[in-house]
């Protein structure tokens, strides 16, 4: 959202019979009037990030007091302007080694969004100078495999988010299930177009 204008522009000039147009964001600066000019531009849906279903751990999590309110915001925000939002959550140990994935996947459920995207921390960002295996380990990634299998397929888990596991589609047994690629503009080269699939 901290280039609202140049992601306008470029939602203006995708072709919306080809591609759905998806965005990933804190919520920070999202507004309802801008939801709908990202809506009227083309925007399909709002990945919209919530690590936690405790409000200080999240915010102490992204380094920033009012993180939680603004992430619960923008969902209500985006569902208001006809955007379909989901959750990008950031799998982190003390959640996962404290049996709190359950208590997350109940809190999420409340607020009416359509998924939830588990994804494994990386030594980048605020970890750039961590061990991956320190991050998350793999039993963290079995404690996980097991909660998605079981958030997915349990015919309980029907009026709940669909549960999406980047990770372990991404595992070599796998690739062959899903396609996709993301295009990442990096902030500090507004001309660097990273592409991943």
């Known amino acids: 959202m901290l280039r609202y204008r140049e992601m306008l522009e470029l939602l203006e000039s995708g072709d919306k019979n080809l591609s759905d147009f998806h965005i990933h964001t804190s919520g920070h600066e999202v507004t309802l009037e801008k939801a709908n000019a990202l809506k009227t531009a083309g925007l399909t849906a709002a990945a919209v990030a919530l690590d936690d279903f405790d409000q200080d751990r999240h915010d102490d999590f992204r380094g920033r007091k009012g993180a939680f309110k603004d992430s619960i915001q923008a969902i209500q925000y985006f569902r208001e302007a006809g955007v379909f939002p989901y959750i990008n959550m950031c799998l982190r140990k003390d959640l996962i080694r404290s049996n709190g994935l359950r208590k997350y996947f109940e809190f999420v459920k409340e607020l009416n969004v359509g998924s939830v995207v588990l994804l494994e921390p990386k030594p980048w960002g605020r970890y750039v100078s961590e061990n991956a295996d320190d991050l ?7 404690v996980v495999t097991e909660f998605f299998k079981e958030a997915s397929q349990s ?3 029907k009026d709940y988010p669909l549960v999406f596991y980047v990770q372990y589609f991404e595992r070599p047994e796998h690739l062959d299930s899903c396609e996709s690629f993301f295009i990442r503009v990096e902030p500090e080269n507004d001309r660097e177009l990273i592409i991943s699939s």
């Open 155 to 157: 015919k309980k888990n």
């Open 136 to 142: 998350f380990s793999e039993e963290d990634r079995n």
